[in-house]
């Protein structure tokens, strides 16, 4: 096993618009920095009131005031941000404190959750480019010392494809932890009865940090499988936990160390760990139940980085711009089986993900229009129908 960094202070969407996402994959693109250097872009915005920055481009002012509306009328508490390669049209923070106690900006961190999966399969196809690694190659090859468990015969057979597009029919670590870890394992880690005695944050926090790699994969091939891989698909973050040990296991390198590798560096994303290293500064409404972060190393894979929505940006920009994959990846990455690609959900038009922990969500959507496209990046700290009301709103007036 690698020994990561631990910071304990520590529907399918047409060929056509696939297309046209790749679009920005041609030879002639200007070069990576001028698209990651959004604190610039931000800066040269209008600051029409607290922390609401608005491009001044006509051809957005719909969209601007539309989101300008939402910020400052509506529900939303949290940090917003709106843009296309070439300019911001809009970016904010609204209606949340931070831990400091000052309202949010777009430079507030939150967990993302399962956004994290866009940067997981991303690794993965890093590792299929450099011919490290196959989408049918199958987890009984990459894990051949699990062979004496009681499901390895039933595991084995799963591969890389079968995880990335949610068809390996595994059972979900994250969402049922107690019938995924066991009784007797429960027990053990938090005393008899733990239902009765403990708060589930509390319970939750115990199971977390008891947890490991050993452990999963040794329940990982220890239970009946839910399904035969392949049948059907059924989203699960023990996909994309097993993927991120995939990815420490072909690269040599801890989870956390690719990516930066791969994506954060390049990318100049300072304020992006997929560990304890970022600090998460966005305050949550106080609930007792949700009362804790996540434990970056317990979700690794399938959620536990920690950004903002303007690096959050720079990703996207990256991406879908063709600096990260290339073309031949980046139409793998985007074909969608049941809806659902590589770490992304293609449905109505648009490329999407979304991402919930107990205090935030997140969401991040990409729409493409006659070759150009917009960003719609949503980190608050609340659950709602602002996720698809706002980018299919937007999406009228793009």
Not at 224 to 234: C, K, M, N
Not at 315 to 340: C, H, Q, W
Request: aromatic share 10%; proline share 4%.
């Amino acid at each position: 096993m690698i020994r990561r960094k631990t910071h304990r202070i520590k529907s399918i969407i047409s060929i056509a618009v696939i297309a046209a996402m790749l679009l920005g994959l041609a030879s002639c693109r200007p070069a990576l920095n001028s698209h990651v250097r959004v604190e610039d872009e931000i800066s040269k915005l209008n600051n029409v009131e607290r922390n609401i920055y608005v491009s001044g481009n006509k051809d957005y002012e719909a969209i601007a005031n539309y989101l300008q509306y939402i910020a400052t009328e509506s529900d939303f508490k949290g940090s917003m941000i709106a843009a296309t390669d070439d300019e911001i049209i809009f970016a904010a923070g609204t209606g949340l404190l931070d831990v400091d106690g000052n309202e949010a900006t777009p430079y507030t961190t939150y967990e993302i959750g399962s956004n994290t999966k866009s940067f997981t399969a991303v690794c993965i196809m890093s590792l299929i480019e450099k011919k490290k690694l196959s989408m049918d190659k199958t987890i009984g090859e990459l894990f051949p010392e699990y062979s004496s468990y009681p499901s390895y015969e039933k595991i084995s057979v799963i591969n890389v494809s079968d995880l990335l597009h949610m068809r390996s029919g595994l059972a979900d670590y994250v969402n049922d932890p107690v019938d995924f870890i066991g009784e007797e394992k429960l027990y053990e880690i938090c005393g008899p009865n733990p239902d009765n005695n403990l708060i589930y944050a509390e319970a939750y926090r115990m199971i977390e940090t008891a947890f490991d790699d050993e452990l999963f994969l040794e329940r990982l091939f220890t239970l009946e499988p839910l399904s035969e891989p392949g049948v059907e698909f059924v989203y699960n973050n023990t996909n994309y936990h097993l993927l991120a040990l995939i990815v420490e296991r072909v690269s040599g390198k801890a989870f956390e160390d690719y990516l930066n590798e791969v994506v954060f560096g390049p990318c100049n994303m300072k304020n992006t760990s997929a560990d304890s290293s970022v600090e998460v500064t966005a305050s949550y409404e106080y609930s007792e139940e949700l009362d804790y972060l996540s434990d970056p190393e317990f979700q690794m894979g399938a959620g536990g980085i920690r950004s903002n929505v303007a690096d959050m940006l720079k990703f996207d920009r990256a991406l879908f711009g063709g600096y990260i994959l290339n073309e031949k990846s980046m139409d793998e990455l985007l074909t969608p089986v049941d809806g659902y690609a590589c770490g992304w959900q293609i449905r109505d038009g648009f490329v999407y993900h979304c991402g919930d922990v107990p205090r935030f969500s997140t969401s991040n959507y990409i729409i493409e229009r006659d070759g150009k496209r917009i960003y719609i990046i949503l980190m608050a700290n609340l659950k709602g129908d602002y996720r698809s009301v706002i980018p299919k709103n937007i999406d009228m007036m793009f």
